[in-house]
């Protein structure tokens, strides 16, 4: 049962390789032990600690014991306040065995790597504004965010980003941080993620501390707040965000704040900081577009110190549309079919193979879509008569709704393009040009590709 122990302490150091800081705080501020009938149990400070580790942690913590132990070991959970205020008391004493304990001071140990990287302010240096790559649409909020960092506290504070997962929000939000703090190297500069920010707001009430909590934030001289969304129902935590907002306002610090979306859909969100956020300069980060994914590509792929076919790359680019995070993974794919196989996939066989399935964005399905029921479904969208589809009207708007019904009959229904030039009263050759400027407009134009996702999910409603 010692070796239960042993196990704990090894599961801790995988999180803090894995730099789960939160979770870290959470399991360090309760204690594991073996109970008088011999039961693994999880000792918690308070009800809060008790149903997150429950909900989150105990999974993980009991599959790794299984594949230690090599059969499935039960975790109990209790909560017992007064065992760990004792407990934690002997720890501080005797230090713990594999670091130094939790420090006040943010998510970040005693581990001089960890220091040098961040220097209490959470932030990874990583996260730059010369390798921020924006394309037309996000050109703004990128001159935006370093207006933000060079002049922080004037004009633009605060700051308020919103946007989709994947698309750039926490490089932006750190480039800020880490620009800031270059030009003021003695600056107090604070990351942190909604979560954590709770998670050490109820760590701070657990250990009868909330002043170090208080203090902490209210000193800083530039507050970044990543996936504020995370404290929509977390009332208490949120009364506190709004004291220090005050605070940080009233004396000129620089605040920005990130989420997915925008303050009027933070529909449990305390209404006073609510209000806040949307007196802020609101502005999104929208996903980027086909050149801007091509241009982040060439520089990944650069910055491994390789290359991969142009091909391959428009290839990726044109079908990973929304979470950047996902072209990171699908280059190390490719790159290691490559460098396994020693042969260099190009498209098609890319295809064959299926090496990027789990990396691009799942195109809306269509299954037996007849040629009259997308124009009947376009036409309906669109607002027309059918038979306009079929007409000569060249006006701007009929055109677009017809290339766009020849581009879906083309992607979803058995036809060729001949036949489907019977259907719209054309020939074959302007089918492919309706389709192919379609295709094309796809790859700038988020709008477009909303507008066609809409039409498609309609298909699934009865008409
Ligand atoms: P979000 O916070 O919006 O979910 P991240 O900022 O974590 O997204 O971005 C995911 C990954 O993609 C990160 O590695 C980030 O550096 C990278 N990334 C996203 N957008 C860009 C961009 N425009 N240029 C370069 N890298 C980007
Ligand atoms: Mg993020």
């Not at 997962?165 to 880490?178: P, R």
Request: net charge positive; aromatic share 10%.
């Amino acid at each position: 049962m010692e070796k239960l122990k042993n196990y704990w302490n090894e599961f801790l150091e995988i999180l803090e390789k894995k730099e789960e800081y939160n979770a870290i705080t959470l399991l360090e501020s309760s204690a594991f032990i073996i109970d008088e009938n011999n039961n693994p149990t999880i000792i918690c400070s308070g009800d809060f600690a008790a149903t997150h580790i429950k909900k989150d942690f105990l999974k993980r913590i009991e599959d790794f014991f299984k594949y230690k132990c090599e059969k499935d070991i039960n975790i109990k959970i209790i909560v017992d306040a007064d065992f760990i205020k004792e407990n934690n008391l002997k720890k501080e004493i005797k230090e713990n065995k594999y670091r130094k304990p939790y420090k006040s001071s943010g998510y970040k140990f005693n581990s001089e790597k960890k220091i040098e990287k961040s220097n209490l302010t959470n932030l990874n240096k990583k996260f730059r504004f010369d390798n921020f790559i924006y394309g037309n649409n996000n050109r703004h909020i990128f001159e935006l965010a370093k207006l933000v960092s060079s002049k922080a506290g004037t004009e633009y504070n605060p700051l308020y980003i919103y946007g989709n997962v994947g698309i750039g929000k926490t490089h932006i939000l750190q480039a800020i941080g880490n620009n800031y703090l270059e030009i003021n190297k003695n600056a107090k500069v604070l990351y942190i993620e909604g979560s954590g920010f709770r998670d050490e707001y109820i760590h701070g009430l657990q250990i009868k501390k909330p002043d170090i909590f208080k203090r902490k934030y209210k000193s800083l001289d530039m507050f970044l707040l990543d996936d504020l969304q995370l404290l929509e129902s977390a009332q208490e935590t949120s009364k506190e965000l709004f004291e220090i907002f005050q605070v940080l306002y009233n004396a000129g610090k620089q605040m920005v704040f990130v989420s997915d979306k925008p303050p009027k859909e933070l529909r449990n969100m305390e209404a006073r900081l609510k209000n806040r956020f949307e007196q802020s300069l609101i502005w999104p980060i929208e996903p980027p577009q086909y050149e801007t994914r091509l241009a982040i590509i060439d520089r990944k792929v650069k910055d491994l110190n390789t290359s991969i076919d142009e091909e391959i790359m428009k290839y990726m680019a044109e079908n990973i549309t929304t979470d950047v995070r996902k072209i990171e993974g699908a280059i190390k794919a490719y790159l290691s079919v490559r460098d396994i196989m020693k042969i260099t996939p190009n498209v098609s066989q890319c295809e064959e193979m299926n090496i990027f399935k789990d990396y691009f964005t799942s195109k809306p399905k269509l299954q037996n879509a007849t040629v009259r029921e997308i124009k009947k479904r376009v036409s309906d969208y669109y607002g027309i008569e059918i038979s306009m589809l079929d007409s000569k009207d060249r006006t701007k708007f009929i055109s677009k709704a017809r290339h766009v019904a020849m581009y879906l009959a083309c992607e979803y229904s058995k036809k060729s393009v001949t036949e489907i030039g019977l259907d719209f009263n054309r020939d074959h050759a302007s089918v492919i040009h309706g389709r192919d400027k379609i295709r094309e407009e796809l790859k700038s134009n988020s709008h477009l590709s909303l507008e066609l996702d809409n039409i498609i999910s309609s298909f699934n409603t009865e008409k």
